[in-house]
């Protein structure tokens, strides 16, 4: 584990990017194949909790580096995702132009490119969002705005109904409150996760609750109406923080941490081997929609890695992956940093 790393973070991290490039996986063979497997059942259990956790995490180092000078601030927190997420549209622009080519023409497919700097592209919409966050919190401290009038506010935009079809504004409404939680209640969090290693019992209990509780909220169809959608949002939170720290406890599963070490590479790069391999599969057509899913999303989850291996042992292509210095903001280049939670 690298150094300032924590490992049951990473490892929650790990969880949550599987689960996030299951989702895209699954959802995008059914589409292709126009039927549903058995692995939509798992996407479906996941959707509460998937993306609140993974925002919850990536708060939580915020408290480390909140009160940093400006110019050093937004490099760290915007200029550097805002690099991954030109970077990537573009990558992924590249790929799929023939494709948008035939759809809108040229003239409509540059006029997607430049509208994805402020509709956020696909599925970087993620690594948007998370400089916004990043930058609402900074200016919320500075103005010494209290945390509960934020908190309250991240809590009814998230109950509220907005639905603009403005990603940026829809999104926000609908994540804030997790990521800004995740800054404030850092400390009890990480209390959680010791707490959670020394009660195994008490632990696994909540986790057995938790999972019919949000099993049957998902089955009956209520886990997206208001304050429900919130609190499953929370508890599933909770539940992945545990399932880490006991993993963690366990000495298993040590590839959910190195996964989660290295997210930002899997998030980024996913979309190609996934495609690929769906066409593959469905093409093929010999095995059933729930499996191809599952192979998808493996292969998705793996494929980033070993592209990530190949660059550290070439030392070639790492541009993909680590910022170079000409995308910083000058004098920030080398100057000491502090962990983040979603590099």
């Known amino acids: 584990m690298g150094a300032g790393r924590v490992d049951w973070v990473d490892t929650a991290k790990g969880i949550c990017i599987i689960f996030v490039v299951m989702m895209h996986s699954v959802l995008g063979v059914e589409a292709a194949a126009g039927e549903t497997g058995w692995m939509h059942v798992v996407v479906a259990f996941a959707a509460p909790f998937r993306m609140p956790d993974f925002f919850l995490i990536s708060g939580l180092f915020l408290s480390n580096v909140i009160a940093r000078d400006w110019k050093l601030y937004l490099d760290r927190k915007v200029v550097h995702f805002a690099y991954f997420y030109v970077l990537w549209m573009t990558i992924q622009f590249a790929v799929k132009a023939p494709v948008f080519m035939g759809d809108m023409?040229?003239?409509?497919?540059?006029?997607?490119?430049?509208?994805?700097?402020?509709?956020?592209?696909?599925?970087?919409?993620?690594?948007?969002?998370?400089?916004v966050f990043f930058v609402?919190?900074?200016?919320?401290?500075?103005?010494?705005?209290?945390?509960?009038?934020?908190?309250?506010?991240?809590?009814?935009?998230?109950?509220?109904?907005?639905?603009?079809?403005?990603?940026?504004?829809?999104?926000?409404?609908s994540r804030f409150v997790y990521f800004y939680a995740g800054y404030i209640f850092a400390p009890q969090i990480f209390r959680l996760a010791a707490w959670a290693r020394e009660r195994i019992g008490v632990s696994l209990a909540y986790l057995v609750g938790w999972g019919l509780v949000n099993g049957g909220l998902v089955y009956f169809g209520w886990a997206h109406l208001p304050v429900i959608a919130l609190a499953l949002g929370a508890a599933g939170a909770g539940a992945i923080i545990l399932?880490?720290?006991?993993?963690?406890?366990?000495?298993?599963?040590?590839?959910?941490?190195?996964?989660?070490?290295?997210?930002?590479?899997i998030y980024l790069a996913f979309f190609f081997p996934m495609g690929v391999t769906r066409v593959i599969l469905l093409k093929l057509g010999f095995l059933d929609i729930g499996t191809v899913s599952l192979i998808v999303t493996i292969v998705a989850s793996v494929s980033p890695m070993i592209l990530f291996w190949m660059i550290r042992k070439t030392n070639l292509?790492?541009?993909?992956?680590?910022?170079?210095?000409w995308a910083h903001l000058t004098g920030t280049f080398g100057r000491k940093r502090q962990p983040q939670a979603a590099e």
């Open 136 to 173: 609402v919190c900074k200016l919320a401290h500075d103005n010494r705005i209290p945390w509960q009038v934020m908190l309250a506010f991240g809590a009814v935009l998230q109950v509220a109904p907005i639905h603009t079809g403005w990603l940026l504004v829809d999104e926000f409404a």
């Open 105 to 131: 023409g040229a003239m409509g497919t540059l006029e997607f490119y430049l509208l994805s700097f402020v509709q956020p592209f696909g599925t970087l919409w993620f690594i948007y969002m998370l400089p």
């Open 317 to 325: 292509g790492w541009f993909l992956f680590k910022r170079p210095e």
């Open 243 to 265: 399932t880490s720290a006991l993993i963690v406890n366990s000495g298993q599963l040590g590839l959910l941490r190195h996964f989660g070490a290295n997210s930002i590479v």
